[in-house]
């Protein structure tokens, strides 16, 4: 089945000011996406307003063709996943517990995990390379190995729709790699996936398409191969970028000093 | 890798010390009865002052001390789910400030005056019911003062309960200053806490209490779990985020209220009990139930304490709490893993 996601319209915001406004995009099945922009510019706020966590104040988020706020609750927590950008935990929490609150939205009030639970969730952290600290407590791993955690947990809930903040935050590139790898594999298997991210190799390397925000509206949108370029990307960021074609048809982009836009 | 316990073992555990307790609370007392004549008083064989002694006077104190102990750890262990903070205790949010001020407008308007020399306070059923009114009254200023836009805001709960809590020392303070000095010093062992007020209809009431939040808060202790996330991610698996914490807020306000109103200001039951717990379990649903029977465990205990170290003097129950609570806490910060 394939749960395409689709902004019409969409604004979204806190207090007076419009964070994003006038987002119309259809995230489709099977793709990846990258958001895309400078600090502030709107892609955590499209991020949670995806995600039914911040009200569309115009326009609608549809999910499968229904508008989100219509879609019962736990049938979009199973069918969206969404990573928060940073972390803390409130409580010591061992990282299997962690990984398990993905299982959420398919669990009962009462009684334990079902088997089917602790596949899924031995499954993502495998997945993420995480297997061998499924016994430790989150308060004593490095930055890069809690977000492998949170990461699994968002796995674990086997969504279709991935909405993901930042999720090659503080990662080593061996391991930046295996969360292209997943976004990837859910795309190929047809899930939406969207993700935030400021490193262009991640978008490059890991984005079949590419959303730039700018001042919460969107610059450009579509492949990669035709937003992911020198012009562009020099007016989003206000760097010099260089863009040379790649493996696999993927651009390389290396970016310069800033300059004037 | 620490062994984990699994958390029925450690109610097993618990269960057995709540009974062992219970029992030497039930065989102390100052006038002495052999073991067995305490147990056929209990079914009510026996000499009819004493089957008096254990069931009107020593059953329900140690059944009260069970359900406060118990009440005011359940209370700390569901706001701590609900404020995501380990600091808050059952009193955070206003409940002592309110309730000690109810208690205190009640003895000033004279309720609880005729209850005679050694009754104090606590023999009158208007003075608890002052305290309730207190405690509530403080709680829903709190929590109209942490909403904002229809939802219960973390911070501004923290805030606005640390407020009322000031506000309810000052009004205190000026009411004490029209107070004549006898009234003052029960006010002072009322504030320490006591289980000397143990009634059957005490007990009769916490009861309800009690079975009331338990009702409500077991229901959520998966949304607890998921609130360790944070509020946003907790609603994208599906948790009804202000639901959850509406109903904690309440139940955990409720259970404070009502242990303070029949047993004074009992502290580091409700901050101490949860925090050891969390040493043993993660899950909130085995948190709430073991933190309920913990709390139960050492309010008996430090009941039995209270009475016997200097009896037939007794110390307040709140300063053995706090004398043991407090190194006890020390030593689990210490310990911190």
Known sequence: ?261 | MNSRRPAWVWGVLLLGALLAALLASLLLGSVSIAPHDVLRALLGRGDAGTVSIVRELRLPRALLAVLVGGALALSGAALQALLGNPLADPYLLGVSGGAACGTLVGSLLGLGASAGMRAGIFDALALPFAAFLGALAAVLVVGIGASAGGRLDRGRLLLSGVVVNALASAILLFLLSFGDPSRTQTFVFWMLGSLAGATPGAVAALSVYVALSLALLLPLARAFDALTLGEETAATLGIRVETAKRTAYVAASLLAAAAVAYAGIIGFVGLLVPHAVRRVTRSHRALLLLSFLGGAVLLVVSDVVARSLFAPAEIAVGAITALLGAPAFLFLLRARP
Not at chain 1, 70 to 94: D, S
Not at chain 1, 104 to 113: E, L, Y
Not at chain 1, 246 to 251: L, N, Q, S
Request: charged share 20%; net charge neutral.
């Open chain 1, 1 to 261: 089945m394939t749960v395409p996601l689709g902004a019409e319209g969409l604004a979204a915001g806190y207090g007076a000011h419009d964070a994003i406004a006038e987002i119309t995009h259809m995230f489709a099945a099977g793709r990846v996406t990258a958001l895309l922009g400078e600090n502030g510019a709107g892609k955590s706020t499209l991020l949670k307003a995806l995600a039914g966590i911040v009200p569309a104040r115009r326009g609608t988020v549809r999910l499968g063709g229904r508008p989100l706020p219509g879609v019962p609750r736990r049938e979009a927590a199973r069918m969206l996943g969404y990573l928060p950008q940073g972390f803390e935990p409130l409580f010591p929490i061992l990282a299997r517990d962690l990984v398990l609150l993905g299982r959420t939205p398919w669990r009962t009030a009462f009684g334990a995990p079902s088997a089917r639970d602790h596949l899924a969730v031995d499954a993502a952290l495998t997945e993420m390379d995480a297997g061998m600290f499924a016994e430790t407590d989150l308060g004593a791993m490095s930055g890069g190995e809690r977000q492998r955690i949170l990461l699994a947990r968002v796995l674990a809930g086997e969504p279709e729709v991935l909405l993901l903040d930042e999720p090659a935050a503080n990662l080593d590139p061996r391991h930046r790699f295996l969360v292209i790898d997943a976004m990837r594999r859910r795309a190929e298997s047809g899930g939406a996936v969207v993700f935030s991210t400021h490193e262009l190799d991640v978008a490059s390397q890991g984005a079949d398409d590419a959303v730039l925000l700018s001042g919460g509206r969107v610059l450009a949108a579509g492949p990669i191969a035709d937003t992911l370029t020198e012009s562009l990307l020099s007016d989003l960021f206000g760097v010099s970028a260089c863009v040379t074609p790649g493996a696999g048809g993927r651009p390389l982009v290396s970016i310069g000093p800033a300059r004037a836009r």
